[in-house]
């Protein structure tokens, strides 16, 4: 099995910065993808970025391109999340995900993913 907590949600005001932490327990040699996701009230999870762990490659969500940048260290199990010129839209409830198939590595839907954290909070004021 695997764990994921994430860490670092906040408040903010627009244009500000946020950095979270998905640490990642458990049978961590088996997990190949992580991805964040997001849920604001009354609105499905979407998809924000995924990380394919084997080689670095990324996936990011239009929205958030070039204001968000994720990372993974192996070493630390740990994936991060650092944004930037944060929106009003940005506020929602921020998910660490993990798979580990060895295809959609970095998939941005959802049902790929099996594990899950309990989110953190991403409020952004204006």
């Known amino acids: 099995q695997v764990q994921l907590v994430e860490s670092g949600g906040g408040s903010v005001q627009a244009g500000g910065s946020l950095r979270l932490s998905c640490s990642v327990s458990?049978?961590?040699?088996?997990?190949?993808?992580m991805a964040w996701f997001r849920q604001a009230p009354g609105k499905e999870r979407e998809g924000v970025v995924a990380i394919y762990t084997g080689n670095g490659d990324t996936n990011y969500a239009d929205s958030v391109k070039g204001r968000f940048t994720i990372s993974h260290v192996h070493a630390k199990n740990t994936a991060s999340l650092q944004m930037t010129s944060l929106k009003p839209e940005d506020d929602a409830i921020y998910y660490c995900a993990a798979h580990r198939s060895t295809s959609r590595v970095v998939s941005l839907d959802a049902d790929d993913y099996y594990f899950w954290g309990q989110g953190t909070q991403v409020t952004v004021f204006s």
């Open positions: 458990g049978d961590t040699s088996s997990v190949y993808s």
